[in-house]
């Protein structure tokens, strides 16, 4: 059998699992700084945890996990030959990989709920499966970095998640994102006063696509879908209206005020935008009101977050939020509003790389390699090699009695910028010989030095 993979999935090089920690260590680092606790669910959920929580084009993209010996008699054959076959699907599987980390989360806190502290500020860094189409910046299997605050309806929080977005971004020093921001009440204003407000969620999912579609695809979609052209006009109007924050809002507040739609979504964004300058505005990210952001997933109920980089239109958005009032409430538990942010971890790392933002020497080396110069030498060389680890210096001996040259190779390699050479000879006279790999030069010292020798160039390489 030829070795490969499923499309959609990735091995990790040592060297890429360096980067990726890394980009993780400044994320995590960051949720803690402002507060948040870290916790974990399993990969896999109960099917009907998931299902029904993404519109019907979010669930066709869950993976689901076949029943297997006896569980798979109750398959529906009738829905099969009916070609129903998302019936068909449900009725062979109980569980589904996970579509996101914030449904599961909702059942979290239900679950768990005598045990937490609200408002529960927690983060979660963990894998997530979705069966789409493989494509640049687009896996079947990724990781997510999300930071939700549960038990809090106040949009302080959505001040404090900008301010999450900004701090990580200033640290993986990035540059030229925008961080977009929406209401989704202020879309269902806009569906209300057109007279397709029981329309919603099929005219937030068409608008989710325009990064994709553009507004040309968009429209089509809309007349596809038997949407009025006049009112369609009226909608790009507003989707591409330029100008600044206050400007836009501003605009939209008189046509909302004309027709006495709700301005809550509008006074929502205003207390964001005007507290957010008021306290000396973003550092690394530039805040955008923008009336065309959606957020296709149904369960987005207030404010709304997007993270892209306009420099790079086709990669898509490298972070994504909003607030969500009844997630909770599909597992018994109402009234309990939240609020969270997620990281594009794969795309923001793929930036990173296309920019070389990387550290130079973010690699985690091997500091000394101990030569294998045979059995006569071999006891004290792992007793140095423990007196090495027990100091933190990060130190291997090399497990074959081979061909100096072989091992030298191989500490070039690993870029090892030090190599113990101790044989025969040189145990007799008390000595060993250390090589500088990087420099190609070597020096002879007492073996009672050894230890302090090489702390002192540890310091160096730290």
Known sequence: MKPSIPKGTRDFTPSEVYLRDFVKEKIKSNFELFGFEPIETPSFEKLEVIAGKYGDDGDQ???????????LSKADLDS????????????????ALRYDLTVPFSRYVVQHQNELTFPFKRYQVQTVWRADRPQYGRFQEFLQCDADIIGSNSI??????????????????????????NNRKILYGFTKLLGFENRFNDFTIILDKLD?????????????????????????????????????????????????????GLNE??????NIDNSGGLESVDLKFDLSLARGLSYYTGTIFELTLPRIPDLGSIGGGGRYDNLTANFGKKSLSGVGISFGF???????????????????HVHVLIANFGSNT??????????????????EFYPDDSKLRKQLSYANSKKIEYVVLLGEEEFENGEFVLKDMSKGTQDNYKISELESVILSKFKKIN
Request: glycine letters at 4%; hydrophobic letters at 40%; proline letters at 1%.
């Open 61 to 71: 993209l869950i993976f689901k996990i076949l029943s297997n010996g006896e569980k």
């Open 80 to 95: 099969f030959n009916d070609q129903n076959y998302s019936k068909f699907a449900n009725s062979i599987s109980e569980k």
């Open 156 to 181: 302080w929080q959505e001040i404090e998640l900008c301010l999450l977005y900004d701090k990580i971004i200033k640290d993986l020093g990035l540059k030229g994102v925008t961080l977009r921001i």
């Open 212 to 264: 994709k579609i553009k507004i040309e695809g968009v429209t089509k979609e809309l007349i596809k879908q038997n949407f009025s052209k006049d009112k369609i006009e009226i909608i790009k109007e507003f989707m591409l209206m330029k100008g600044t924050n206050k400007f836009k809002l501003k605009k939209i507040r008189k046509i909302f005020n004309d027709y006495k739609i709700s301005l809550e």
């Open 269 to 274: 964004q205003d207390f964001i935008i005007d």
């Open 346 to 364: 794969e795309r923001i790392l793929m930036v990173l790389q296309k920019f070389k933002l990387f550290p130079k020497d973010i690699n985690n």
């Open 378 to 395: 071999t006891l004290i060389c792992n007793s140095i090699l423990k007196k090495l680890r027990d100091k933190g210096v990060k130190s």
